[in-house]
T-cell receptor, first 111, second 116 residues
Framework: SQTIHQWPATLVQPVGSPLSLECTVE??????LYWYRQAAGRGLQLLFY??????ISSEVPQNLSASRPQDRQFILSSKKLLLSDSGFYLC??????????FGPGTRLTVT | AQKVTQAQTEISVVEKEDVTLDCVYE???????LFWYKQPPSGELVFLIR??????QNEISGRYSWNFQKSTSSFNFTITASQVVDSAVYFC?????????????FGKGTRLSVIA
């Protein structure tokens, strides 16, 4: 069966510090991968998605970036965090079934 | 353009009441998928159901049922005899077409509170 992992689960970072969130998927190959952000009490905002290694589509302009160095690994990064980057970050994958399966999420607080 | 509207921002019901969560979608595609997800307080989104645009049969799974009507572009979700564990944010989503590589379009969610 497929599983998706995200770490860390929670993170508190000062403004201006770098960020690296990691997502890995097990039990499937060549998945589509997604990064979402959810501000407190708000809906889901798609940040990036990837249909293959090195292929990244960005949905919104921001100080975040994403990379996919391996087939089942998706990394979200920032060189300098802003207060507005605080939120709940969710990674998801999809295969041929179209539905997306989500990881447990990372709760980021920028202070 | 594709769009999913969940007009109900928050709903509060007493345990054992039935509750319906509304979802209206917009798409120019003739073929598409619709989805419902549940986000409990823990935060992880849980996939509940997928329905393709060719299948308008209603579906029932335990206390959950879904009503898909293409004529009104709606895909409503009913919970029968609600329980406290049903308290969560529920998201409706649309896959614009059958490519499989296009991200889902999510509604803004409906927060359901079931009070004991």
């Amino acid at each position: 069966s497929q599983t998706i992992h995200q770490w860390p689960a929670t993170l508190v970072q000062p403004v201006g510090s770098p960020l690296s969130l990691e997502c890995t998927v097990e039990g499937t190959s060549n998945p589509n991968l997604y990064w979402y952000r959810q501000a407190a009490g708000r809906g889901l905002q798609l940040l990036f998605y990837s249909v293959g290694i090195g292929q990244i589509s960005s949905e919104v302009p921001q100080n975040l970036s994403a990379s996919r160095p391996q087939d089942r690994q998706f990394i979200l990064s920032s060189k300098k965090l802003l207060l507005s980057d605080s939120g709940f970050y969710l990674c998801a994958w999809s295969g041929t079934g179209y539905e997306q399966y989500f990881g447990p999420g990372t709760r980021l607080t920028v202070t | 353009a594709q769009k999913v509207t969940q007009a109900q921002t928050e709903i509060s019901v007493v345990e054992k009441e039935d509750v319906t969560l509304d979802c209206v979608y917009e798409t120019r595609d003739t073929t598409y998928y619709l989805f419902w997800y549940k986000q409990p307080p823990s935060g992880e989104l849980v996939f509940l159901i997928r329905r393709n645009s060719f299948d308008e049969q209603n579906e029932i799974s335990g206390r959950y049922s879904w009503n898909f009507q293409k004529s009104t572009s709606s895909f409503n979700f009913t919970i029968t005899a609600s329980q406290v564990v049903d308290s969560a944010v529920y998201f409706c989503a649309l896959s614009p077409h059958f490519s499989g590589n296009t991200p889902l379009v999510f509604g803004k969610g409906t927060r359901l509170s079931v009070i004991a």
